[in-house]
C-alpha cells in the first residue's frame, strides 16, 4: 500500500491493474502496458489493498491522476486493447491542457479538434482562464480545450499559425485539424 501511493504521488498518471496475477485480465493489461510508454503501469495482487482501492468487484482498472478529479476506474473490458486505449487517451491528459509538445502530439497527432485559450500572464488572462475552468467538465469527451502563453517557446509558434498576436489575448480559437 505505501509503494502504491509513492508511485501515485511520483507519476502524474499511474495505471493500475487490481486483480489475480494468473488471469486472462492480467495477461491482456500487462500486454496493453507494453505498447504504451506515455504513462506508468503497475498491478496489484494482494486482496487486502485490492478490497481498499476497488469499488466494485475483483478486478479493476484504475486511472490515478495528479489533476483535475485524481482518479478513473475504467468500466470496460480489460482484455480489449482497444477499450483500454480509449480509456487512457480519454483520461491521461488535465481537462484544460497546458500547450506542449506532448499535447500537441495529442491534439494534431489524432487530428482531434481543440478550442486553444491564448493568454498571456496579465488579469485579463487569469479571468479567462477562470472562466474557461468552468466549461472543462462540461466539454469533456466532446473537445479538448488547451491553454497557450502567446509569447513563449511552442505557444508563440501555435500563436503564429493560427494567426494570433499578443495584442489579441486573452482569446480563443477552435481549431480542427
Known amino acids: 500500500a505505501e509503494d502504491l501511493e509513492k508511485a501515485k504521488s511520483d507519476h502524474d498518471v ?16 500487462e500486454k496493453f502496458s507494453k505498447t504504451n510508454d506515455a504513462v506508468t503501469f503497475a498491478h496489484v495482487f494482494d486482496e487486502k489493498i485490492i478490497k481498499e482501492y476497488v469499488k466494485k468487484g475483483k478486478v479493476a482498472v484504475v486511472l490515478f491522476k495528479n489533476f483535475d478529479e485524481g482518479r ?6 480489460v ?11 480519454d483520461n491521461m491528459f488535465p481537462l484544460i491542457m497546458d500547450f506542449s509538445e506532448k499535447t500537441a502530439e495529442k491534439i494534431f497527432g489524432e487530428n482531434a479538434p481543440c478550442l486553444f485559450l491564448f493568454i498571456d500572464d496579465g488579469e485579463k488572462s487569469k ?4 472562466e474557461f475552468e468552468k466549461i472543462g467538465e462540461e466539454m469533456k469527451g466532446k ?6 502563453v502567446v509569447d513563449e517557446g511552442l505557444g508563440h509558434r501555435l500563436a503564429e499559425y493560427i494567426g494570433v498576436t499578443a495584442a489579441q489575448v486573452p482569446t480563443v480559437r477552435l481549431v480542427n485539424p
Open 143 to 148: 473537445i479538448l480545450l488547451s491553454k497557450s
Open 127 to 130: 479571468k479567462a482562464i477562470a
Open 72 to 77: 478513473n476506474d475504467f468500466e470496460g473490458d
Open 14 to 29: 499511474l495505471v493500475v491493474f487490481f486483480g489475480e496475477e494468473k488471469s486472462s485480465e492480467f495477461e491482456s493489461f
Open 79 to 89: 482484455t480489449s486493447s482497444e477499450e483500454l486505449a480509449k480509456f487512457l487517451s
